[in-house]
């Protein structure tokens, strides 16, 4: 007790600096005394505002709602999500405005999941572009008879089905694979990136068959989508000079 009373009367008294030579010429600047530094005030938004949609935060800019601290950036953090930052201040801190985070639909890639399961999820979370191969899964999915798949080939990877081509007659198809598909995972204000992948299959003497999609692009789909919301931006803030968009 009596130590903390001395090191109190001693805090009260003030601090010596000293400036010290050091062997190799050079000084360095000590004090006899913790001492702490006082921040400078700097007003600072209390916390960002979330949006959900890129369009929400285009308007936010352009009605100049807010007054921004001078240059601003806008980061495409992942395909789900962007931030806009002001610069550094004299603290050579950022003050984080706004997150928006895109309302993607989930879907369960690389993972099996029950043959009507499959479809209606295939059905309501891809897009119907001509140019994939959605139309070609949902019809051998569709249409695949129970206890018929089977693998053939040294790869092990091929697979082929009994499937039903018309009223009352069957055929025998190879499982089509790789498959492109336009799956929603980005903003939807920008074009949803088309990717390859594996279109598997497989049966369970008490489930059934089960059918599963797994990513094959090596996650270029993702670089293609920041790109996406890239473009966007520039173009939709084209006339604000301060602000740059980086991904």
Aim: charged share 30%; glycine share 6%; aromatic share 8%.
């Amino acid at each position: 007790m009596i130590k903390d009373a001395l090191k109190y009367i001693v805090g009260l008294g003030e601090a010596n600096i000293h400036d010290i030579e050091l062997p190799d010429g050079t000084t360095q600047t000590y004090s006899d005394r913790p001492l702490v530094r006082l921040e400078k005030h700097i007003d600072r938004a209390d916390e960002a505002i979330h949006m959900s949609t890129l369009t929400s935060l285009v308007d936010y800019i352009k009605g100049d709602i807010d007054k921004f601290p001078g240059k601003m950036i806008i980061q495409v953090a992942s395909p789900e999500k962007v931030k806009l930052f002001s610069q550094l201040n004299d603290l050579r801190e950022r003050e984080e405005l706004v997150v928006v985070e895109a309302h993607v639909p989930e879907f369960s890639f690389n993972k099996f999941m029950p043959q009507e399961n499959f479809i209606i999820n295939l059905q309501s979370k891809f897009i119907d572009d001509p140019e994939s191969d959605r139309e070609l899964i949902l019809k051998f999915a569709g249409t695949v008879e129970n206890g018929t798949i089977a693998e053939y080939g040294d790869d092990g990877v091929t697979q082929k089905a009994t499937v039903k081509t018309g009223i009352a007659s069957k055929g025998e198809a190879i499982v089509p694979n790789p498959v492109k598909l336009r799956p929603y995972r980005t903003f939807l204000e920008v074009e949803q990136p088309k990717s390859e992948f594996i279109f598997r299959m497989e049966q369970d003497k008490y489930d059934g068959i089960a059918c599963a999609i797994f990513e094959a692009d090596g996650g270029a789909w993702k670089i293609a989508a920041t790109k996406a919301i890239k473009d966007y931006l520039q173009f939709e803030l084209a006339d604000f000079k301060d602000i740059t968009v980086i991904s």
